[in-house]
């Protein structure tokens, strides 16, 4: 008799849609693969969004703002100067404006780690691209941010096995590169959004309409 998971079969699908000066893709899960020893879970629906400028990088930001809560991850991929930096800062000086808070958030490149203090969740800021072992993690407290605050983490691949398995992955590219944006402007980027472990289906989907509304 066939396993349960045998008798399943599970499609890939993939919607394009377009609306002027943007582009995105909503993806259905890819065919099952098997799982690492560390059972990391399988991605979910990716949302491809167009970000023809910078103002866009920072629309994206404060959209995502309005969707985070304590307990979120949110790792941040990309090449030095892809925008990493910049979408945290507006995602950071989002949730700080909601007091009416301005304050600068200046790139942790060299203290490893920013934090900031709001009435509803504390803001972790983490940018691990001068780590070289993924132990070093551990002297940064980042388990303490996952547990009851927000976490962002730039160059999420230094922390090896130990990145948060429920996650919010953004991969953020220079438009030109192979994203399947064809039409998106050559100064622009573009940013793939993906969800692990389930906690994010949804919301990607939310933040994608909101953002080319």
């Known amino acids: 008799m066939r396993g349960r998971d045998a008798s399943i079969e599970r499609r890939h699908l993939s919607i394009v849609f377009g609306l002027p000066g943007f582009v995105f893709a909503l993806m259905a899960p890819k065919p099952p693969r098997k ?37 979120d ?28 808070r301005q304050e600068d958030v200046p790139s942790p490149t060299f203290t490893l780690v920013q934090t900031y203090e709001t009435a509803k969740l504390t803001i972790w ?41 429920e996650r919010l992955e953004v991969e953020l590219k220079e438009s030109g590169g192979k994203d399947g944006l064809k039409h998106a402007p050559k100064d622009g ?9 389930g906690t994010w289906d949804e919301r990607i989907r939310r933040v994608a309409a909101e953002f080319v509304d």
């Open 35 to 71: 799982r690492t020893p560390m059972n990391e879970p399988a991605a979910s629906p990716e949302i491809k969004l167009n970000l023809p400028d910078a103002a866009a990088t920072d629309r994206l930001g404060q959209t995502l703002a309005r969707h985070v809560g304590a307990g």
């Open 73 to 100: 991850v949110i790792a941040l991929s990309g090449d030095l100067g892809a925008g990493k930096t910049s979408l945290a800062r507006a995602l950071i000086q989002a949730l700080l404006a909601v007091e009416g």
């Open 125 to 165: 800021h983490a940018d691990l691209y001068r780590l070289n072992n993924p132990r070093e993690v551990d002297e940064l407290g980042l388990e303490d941010a996952h547990e009851g605050g927000l976490l962002l983490i730039e160059w999420p691949d230094r922390m090896g096995d130990e990145l948060p398995r």
């Open 189 to 197: 980027r573009s940013a793939r959004l993906t969800s692990w472990g």
